[in-house]
């Protein structure tokens, strides 16, 4: 009898050694990190199938904070808005929707 356990797991990976002072409590306890989501089986994280965005996660608090490093160079996402009326995908300097012409 075969019994598949497997699943997606999340893993936590420190992206930098040294410690930044957390936003939150002030103390050097917070670290850049990266949350990948890798395929496990039997517990045992096999690859990763989702690569998540760095963030500052502090050991202490727990605070989560954006990271403000510089050598970051993922460009943010541009804020896609949906029409409220349509629901068709807008471009964020739309003031009216070309679809069904509703006001943003
Ligand atoms: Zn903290
Ligand atoms: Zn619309």
Do not use: N
Request: hydrophobic letters at 35%; aromatic letters at 10%.
């Amino acid at each position: 009898m075969f019994f598949f356990i497997g699943g997606i797991q999340p893993k936590t990976v420190d992206l930098e050694e040294t410690a930044r002072l957390c936003p939150a409590c002030g103390l050097a306890q917070a670290r850049l990190r990266r949350v990948d989501h890798y395929l496990s089986l039997f517990f045992i994280p096999l690859f990763p199938v989702k690569r998540g965005e760095p963030v500052v996660i502090c050991d202490r608090c727990g605070a989560v904070s954006a990271p403000d490093a510089p050598w970051e160079s993922v460009p943010p996402k541009p804020a896609r808005r949906d029409c409220p009326q349509c629901g068709s995908a807008l471009d964020p300097s739309f003031k009216y929707c070309p679809r069904c012409g509703t006001r943003i």
